[in-house]
Each structure stands twice: as structure tokens, then as C-alpha cells.
């Protein structure tokens, strides 16, 4: 398996380093580890959902749909 650096993760997935070493520390990313004070993340690792992320409400849809009658 093949490992990529924090830089080349923060390039790939358009994010800063700092993100992707959080997501690493706060074990969001799979098969990351450290080795020294470096992180080895696999190459085909996913990008974690952001946990700020708004999620739609279905009470907002159904005003807005009911609105629209």
C-alpha cells in the first residue's frame, strides 16, 4: 500500500495541512498513522464529512413546499 504525506492529502482533497492533520489526530481518517511526528495516510483514504457541515431540515422542505401551494 501506498502513502501519501500531509501535503499531497491537502492537495488532493483542496483542504489546508492543518485540516487534514486534525482529521488524522481526531481519527477521521483510516489507516493513518504517525511515525515520529509524521502522518502517513493511504492513498486511497476518503475525505471526511466536515462535522460543521448544516444539514438539510425536512421541517424547512415541508414549509417551503407547502408555502409554494
Known amino acids: ?32 498513522f504517525l511515525t515520529g511526528k509524521t502522518w502517513n495516510i493511504p492513498e486511497n483514504a476518503e475525505k471526511p464529512e466536515r462535522s460543521n457541515k448544516k444539514k438539510k431540515s425536512l421541517l424547512h422542505y415541508w414549509i417551503f413546499c407547502r408555502s409554494r401551494k
Do not use: F
Not at 483542496?14 to 489526530?25: G, H, L, Q
Open 1 to 32: 500500500m501506498r502513502y501519501l504525506s500531509v501535503t499531497e492529502i491537502a492537495k488532493k482533497w483542496d483542504v489546508s495541512e492543518r485540516s487534514v492533520r486534525n482529521y488524522c489526530a481526531q481519527g477521521h481518517v483510516l489507516g493513518a
